[in-house]
């Protein structure tokens, strides 16, 4: 959980800096470290709570 607490942070606060985090995290592949680029359920709901069709 602390991980993943701090993927989604630090791709916040760095602009989505992927190749960083791909070699904080340790991954050699760039597609493992892109679950992080993935919003979570919660941060969806509330963008699409955002959006006015009126």
């Known amino acids: 959980m602390l991980r993943h607490t701090f993927a989604y942070a630090y791709l916040a606060k760095t602009g989505n800096d992927l190749v ?17 680029t993935q919003k979570p359920l919660g941060a969806l709901q509330e963008e699409i709570e955002k959006v006015s069709f009126f």
């Open 20 to 36: 960083g985090l791909a070699d904080i995290l340790g991954h050699d592949n760039l597609a493992t470290t892109q679950i992080y």
